[in-house]
T-cell receptor, first 113, second 115 residues
Framework: DAKTTQPTSMDCAEGRAANLPCNHS???????VYWYRQIHSQGPQYIIH???NNETNEMASLIITEDRKSSTLILPHATLRDTAVYYC??????????????FGKGTHLIIQP | DVKVTQSSRYLVKRTGEKVFLECVQD?????MFWYRQDPGLGLRLIYF???????EKGDIPEGYSVSREKKERFSLILESASTNQTSMYLC??????????????FGPGTRLTVL
């Protein structure tokens, strides 16, 4: 799986959009970008994934650059409950899906009131 | 929504005890996983299972075993708990799919302390 680089921490004001960057310059053509988050003392939570097109769901939007070497997770209207560590990972699906996840250090997003 | 539940949120055991951590998922997922998470070391895969009675070692299986007798339930067993197994244990599940991607759904975690 390709390696990712994320900032260690970020602040965002409540109600504003939170934009979390991720670099994955060695991504392969068959690797997807996934985002998970982990709120303190809870299990990780899947947020969104994408291959090359921009994606949006009820939680967030994912913008992937055309060369796929970086991406940005956007939380459009951040709330205090969005304070968490956000993990960007890239991985290929190897049929059956029974592959473990590897999280890096992630970005600690702090939403300020 | 997928629900993954773990038998305990917090557990305190003594060195040498046999410890059972239970995980149940309600979405008929074929794959189930056990991880441990430690500060500075991130998430590490202990064991996974892709079907009933099937299991595969992950990155750090030593000192652990697993059991999957039913599709919805995946148990992690510490045969003789040691202090270095003090950790947050996370269970996850995922669907086998023909799509080229899949996401994992995690339980709330069990924080195990071995004294």
């Amino acid at each position: 799986d390709a390696k990712t680089t994320q900032p260690t921490s970020m602040d965002c004001a409540e109600g504003r959009a939170a934009n979390l960057p991720c670099n994955h310059s060695t991504i392969s053509g068959n690797e997807y970008v996934y985002w998970y988050r982990q709120i303190h003392s809870q299990g990780p939570q899947y947020i969104i994934h994408g291959l090359k097109n921009n994606e949006t769901n009820e939680m967030a939007s994912l913008i992937i650059t055309e060369d796929r070497k970086s991406s940005t997770l956007i939380l459009p209207h951040a709330t205090l409950r969005d304070t968490a560590v956000y993990y960007c990972i890239v991985r290929a699906y190897s049929g059956g899906g029974a592959d473990g996840l590897t999280f890096g250090k992630g970005t600690h997003l702090i939403i300020q009131p | 929504d997928v629900k993954v539940t773990q038998s305990s949120r917090y557990l305190v055991k003594r060195t040498g005890e046999k410890v059972f951590l239970e995980c149940v998922q309600d979405m008929d997922h074929e794959n189930m996983f056990w991880y441990r998470q430690d500060p500075g070391l991130g998430l590490r895969l202990i064991y996974f299972s892709y079907d009933v009675k099937m299991k595969e070692k992950g990155d750090i299986p030593e000192g652990y075993s697993v059991s999957r007798e039913k599709k919805e339930r995946f148990s992690l067993i510490l045969e003789s708990a040691s202090t270095n197994q003090t950790s947050m244990y996370l269970c996850a599940s995922s669907l086998v799919t023909s799509r080229l991607y899949n996401e994992q759904f995690f339980g709330p975690g069990t924080r195990l302390t071995v004294l």
